[in-house]
């Protein structure tokens, strides 16, 4: 697939009215081409037009038609996998091979959301059927369902250029949901936006649905995203990057004369935790885990561990030695642009100057972009008096802290903001301890997990991507999983409806095969 | 029960630090004791720590031991039913007789929050297992269940002085979901406040739980609510008011370090439309109904509907003058307070200046703070040319619009703001009509009602009493029903956990019996 560099505005391929920008390879500093196309609010108004324009009739899919939607679009990303993976590996430094793997979920994502729309239960259909014979007074019929909020804008993710960017999580839930798209694309990775919006676009034209359910549009600066939040016919928002760029678009959002939703995955530092029984069995395995999960991809993931916390005692040396082995032997690698590795030096750098003290370093960068792999350590008082020692460096840096019993390491795990995930590495001995900890934990992450290191995303029902704040601005909701959809939906009262108005999902017949609560009790009548 | 004025902080009474007042009676204008005592941020700081200490152990009460809370409340608010419904009487103006059934329905509400809890559905159990064979990777033990979102801050409404104020939804909701409480009282209804609060609060201290679990707070002016909001262990806040106050709560949240969830409800004119075949068949029966309806609680109803449409044609003409009668014969009543009556002969007056025409007044009041009953009339275009025609004047007024067509009633509809409830009377000769204002509906409101003029607030499990903004700050959620718990869960994943440290909902052999989610498919093993 040739790419023209084009933004894509339903079926529209429009041209740049604000400037254009090359790719750039961050292995070897080289631009490439084509010039892609930049555009601003007038883009962004007639996108949003289009997709409130699209709303109605895309809300109104059957499950079937809008599964089979979803499918096509699976179909799609398959038939372009190996383009895909090639194109982003040139313009992210990552390696092709993991992006086909990354291509290849994205695309199994899509199938998961068909499989939930086809079986509706996404809809809570809901019957408190009429007790005309009720007193003191009688009951009308009331029916519930759940539709899509509106048109949803989301900004694509840098760090993986595919399953949080064009054809990501975001994307499928929402488009499951019922509610049109319209994808910022995110500057890093131009063409693999390019040919992944162009995919999707393929299955909305060969669906029949209206050009407005999908457009893609890319911008310079600030200017695109804020006309995209500010719209009034965007109805909510979803952002995965920093806590600074995501709280710009929250409070923007705010500010609205109607307020939105957005839904902005941020910052965490995913603490882990050795409990000392575990610590004391298997020190080393532990150190050399942790150091390894750290590195994956340059440290530029939203689950890097990178706090670990243990109590001083046996096998504390052995797990340090690990860990300093591993992040020693790591050579220096390009990291995803020049401005993430800038921010990462930065971090490690403030790190430093907190009071982490430098246990080691990976072989020095050759090329101008490497992120140097490193090693630092803190005890718990000096942790416990400067917060900024629990701050996210994304890079490939993690912090060793050292403490000095479970009555420390309860109040250091007190003192943490929101998280995505923290661990938990235990032997039936320290149970006692574990139990202790995990209310503190509970508050505090979204996903608790014990005795693994490396914990890819997985994508199922019980998948909670999420977390208080920081790590999202809504602890109440998922970014990742099958309930990543509940973002993207609001309930509506039908009382009293003659059944020839009543929504598919809530006729008397039932004639979707749905699973409904009826007078609180789930029957499939 | 002799009240003493005091506020309620846990198990303590706290006397004034801030001032007190005496209640008003707003029919006679004379002050009644005892003096209320005010707090301000020392009380909050109080109430928040104590909520926060709290937290876990209420958050991990069995299901049993909350639901036999939960109705332990409704005996206690049904032992004091008479006594409660006569204080308020005193304070509101609303009819003792009428109180005594907003209490009684408080207490079943508590009932039906108790079964949900006993059911344990809202934990949304769900369980993805270990799959150790798949490839290309193996999928560890995945489990999710809801917990609640910390401590919540409610704000207790004026015009239902029990069911949205300290014994309302949202404290049953939220006690439900298991987050400990602090409410402020509401200044219109001190004693009625004082009176449930200590019927919840003997109901924490005989179930022997922690005493942060309910606190009941009251101050002069902005402070306190500020403090409530502004507080970092508050972790989430409603409201019920006007778009001014709950815009107000809003905002300030979303500017804490760490934005919290406001739920707001706030205003709503609920537009009742008569499409033509029933205009023409009852157009009497419509004006009388919506009339009726209009005046109930002297017009000061979140579901008071304040916007009569039809097209001018045939009964056009019976359903204004039955309107007219109605709202010509009913005599002008005291209202909530003196500073609601003042807004609403404004909210009228400005109706007026926005091209609204008086088609009648009911009788000119004797007291000072009675609301005279008054019915407007605009056509269409006018109503199209001022959006402040749409905006809601809370008092016993309602406007008719008088269309030219369906075409101009679809227009008029587009331009509705979010909504808590529309309403279309209809024969099955307006279906397709009403099949084209239904998906503007659905956009812009939560409910929507078909052939009912009475249409008193079930609390159910397909009930919405919700909608976009400015209805509520969010759409996602409903301040009534069943699914109100949702403001305040949030969900958890247990990855790789042995099952002695699982929560009893998500353990392996299902102890609590809970219909849980398996790999995608609901199994109650």
Redesign the interface.
């Given at each position: 697939m040739a790419l023209t560099g084009d933004m894509l505005i339903g079926s529209s391929n429009v041209p740049a009215s604000a400037g254009t920008m090359r790719a750039l390879n961050p292995a070897t500093g080289e631009h490439i081409g084509p010039e892609f196309a930049f555009g601003g609010p007038a883009e962004v108004d007639r996108a949003a037009r289009l997709a409130d324009e699209a709303?109605?009739s895309y809300?109104?899919t059957g499950l079937e038609e809008r599964a089979a939607f979803l499918e096509l679009i699976a179909d799609r990303l398959d038939g372009i996998n190996q383009e895909l993976a090639e194109r982003t590996a040139l313009e992210t430094g990552l390696p092709a091979a993991q992006l086909q793997?990354e291509a290849a979920t994205a695309a199994s994502q899509f199938r998961q959301f068909a499989?939930l729309v086809r079986?509706g239960r996404f809809r809570d259909a809901?019957?408190?059927p009429a007790q005309p014979e009720r007193h003191?007074?009688p009951?009308?019929d009331?029916?519930?369902q759940k539709?899509a909020?509106?048109p949803v804008a989301i900004f694509g993710a840098s760090n993986f250029p595919i399953s949080y960017s064009i054809a990501g999580g975001d994307t499928a839930s929402a488009l499951a949901a019922g509610a049109p798209v319209i994808l910022k694309a995110h500057n890093a990775h131009p063409g693999a936006s390019e040919l992944q919006a162009r995919a999707i676009r393929s299955a909305v034209v060969d669906s029949g649905l209206h050009e407005g359910v999908f457009s893609m549009l890319r911008g310079a600066g600030n200017e695109i995203g804020e006309a995209l939040v500010d719209h009034p016919l965007i109805k909510a928002v979803t952002f995965t990057g920093s806590e600074r760029g995501g709280m710009a678009l929250?409070?923007r959002a705010?500010?609205r004369p109607?307020?939105?939703?957005v839904f902005a995955e941020m910052t965490s530092v995913n603490p882990t935790f050795i409990l000392p029984a575990a610590l004391a069995a298997r020190g080393a395995e532990a150190g050399d885990g942790f150091a390894v999960r750290m590195l994956v991809n340059v440290g530029q993931m939203c689950l890097k561990p990178a706090i670990l916390l243990a109590v001083d005692g046996p096998g504390y040396a052995e797990m340090r030695d690990a860990a300093k082995a591993r992040v020693n032997a790591m050579g220096a690698r390009t990291m995803l642009a020049p401005g993430i590795h800038d921010a990462y030096d930065q971090g490690a750098q403030r790190l430093r100057e907190s009071g982490a003290e430098t246990l080691t370093e990976g072989p020095e960068p050759q090329g101008s972009w490497e992120g140097r792999s490193r090693l630092l350590e803190v005890d718990g008082e000096r942790f416990l008096a400067d917060p900024g020692l629990a701050e996210e460096a994304f890079g490939p840096v993690a912090l060793l802290v050292r403490l000095t019993g479970m009555a420390q390491l309860l109040d250091v795990a007190r003192t943490f903001?929101?998280q995505l995930s923290a661990t938990m590495h235990l032997d039936?001995a320290d149970?006692s301890d574990?139990?202790r900890l995990?209310?503190i934990l509970?508050?505090r992450?979204?996903?608790?997990?014990?005795?693994?290191f490396s914990?890819?995303q997985?994508v199922?029902?019980?998948?909670?991507h999420?977390g208080?704040?920081?790590a999202t601005?809504?602890?109440?909701f998922?970014s990742v999983g099958?309930?990543s959809i509940?973002?993207f939906?609001?309930?509506?009262?039908?009382?009293?409806?003659?059944d020839?108005?009543l929504p598919d999902a809530l006729a008397a017949d039932n004639p979707l095969g749905l699973?409904r609560?009826v007078?609180?009790h789930?029957t499939q009548d």
């Open positions: 709303f109605d809300n109104r793997g499989d079986e809901t019957i408190d003191p007074r009951r009308m009331h029916r519930m539709i909020i509106g929250y409070r705010q500010l109607d307020p939105i939703p903001r929101g039936e149970h574990a139990a995990l209310p509970e508050r992450t979204g996903r608790i997990v014990v005795n693994a914990v890819p997985e199922g029902h019980a998948t909670i999420g208080p704040f920081p601005t809504d602890s109440r998922t099958m309930t509940d973002r939906l609001r309930p509506v009262t039908y009382q009293g409806f003659p020839a108005l699973r609560l007078d609180g789930l």
